[in-house]
């Protein structure tokens, strides 16, 4: 069986999942979905869950490239990135809004608010995600703070802040069905980085 069928079933169940959730989509459901019949998908995958954790590791492929790569380029100042990366959330919540008629959210935010009591080991790879995001806005903070754009601010702490305020963000606009929301609140990153900023 090619490697061509494992991704399609992956990007099934990412489809598939990210529009629903991962209680109300079954493995017959993502193979319907895929083209593919359910021998196939266990010969890839052991169990959904299996199957949920290739399919994190893709969409954090897929946000890499397409998100956080081209938000946190050095092409502009470090505390700039921030907003660069917010307005590229709009962006794609809005799309999201004009195909479906609804703000979609986070993909990793959502599994995270409905797994993370359910299951452990998807839980630990929720969570090893939102790390290296973490890490990502810790070491640009870093940078800020190197170059003297900001002061006195502890850069891990900060990092857990702005983590914590842009699922926020995502997921109000996600309730409220509102991108327009992510805009609104973008200034607010200021204030969660002092007022020399």
């Known amino acids: 069986m090619s490697h061509d069928t494992r991704e399609k079933i992956i990007q099934s169940a990412s489809e598939l999942i990210y529009a629903s959730s991962y209680s109300d989509v079954g493995v017959q459901t993502i193979c319907n979905h895929a083209g593919v019949k359910k021998g196939s998908f266990y010969h890839f995958f052991a169990s959904k869950r299996e199957l949920v954790l290739a399919m994190i590791d893709a969409q954090n492929e897929q946000a890499k490239n397409a998100i ?31 195909e479906c ?32 995001m973490k890490q990502l806005f810790k070491n640009t ?36 069905n509102d991108p327009d929301i992510i805009r609104k609140l973008t200034p607010n990153i200021k204030g969660l980085l002092l007022a020399s900023y």
């Not at 502009?76 to 809004?97: A, D, G, H, N, V």
């Not at 003297?148 to 914590?164: C, F, H, Q, V, Y």
């Open 68 to 98: 956080l790569d081209p938000s946190f380029a050095s092409d502009i100042p470090p505390l700039e990135r921030f907003t660069r990366f917010l307005e590229t959330m709009y962006q794609l919540q809005m799309q999201s809004k004009n």
């Open 101 to 132: 008629n609804h703000v979609l959210g986070c993909p990793i935010g959502n599994l995270a608010l409905e797994m993370s009591t359910r299951d452990e080991i998807l839980r630990q790879k929720l969570e090893s995600t939102f790390e290296k």
């Open 141 to 176: 903070l870093q940078q800020a703070l190197d170059a003297g754009d900001i002061s006195d601010i502890d850069p891990d702490n900060s990092a857990d802040a702005l983590l914590a305020y842009f699922e926020g963000v995502i997921l109000l606009a996600k309730t409220r």
